[in-house]
């Protein structure tokens, strides 16, 4: 893979993250009174963080493994 895909691989990761840890969900004005937006984080934060490092390993494996082949 030549550097200019490695980079813009590594460009389009870091914005997607940064895209996805920025959402607010607002809840539904069915109430009475003031809503105040809820930030979605918890498990939705480590989710990202295990399907992140999962992306990495796979990367990480199929590198290598090209390597051996050569």
Do not use: H, W
Not at 9 to 35: H, M, N, R
């Amino acid at each position: 893979m030549t550097l200019i895909k490695r980079r813009l691989k590594s460009a389009l990761l870091i914005l997607t993250i940064i895209f996805c840890s920025s959402q607010v969900v607002s809840a539904q004005d069915d109430f009475p009174g003031d809503v105040e937006d809820v930030p979605i984080d918890g498990g939705i934060s480590l989710l990202l963080a295990a399907g992140a490092a999962y992306g990495v390993k796979k990367i990480y494996n199929s590198r290598k493994e090209d390597e051996n082949q050569e």
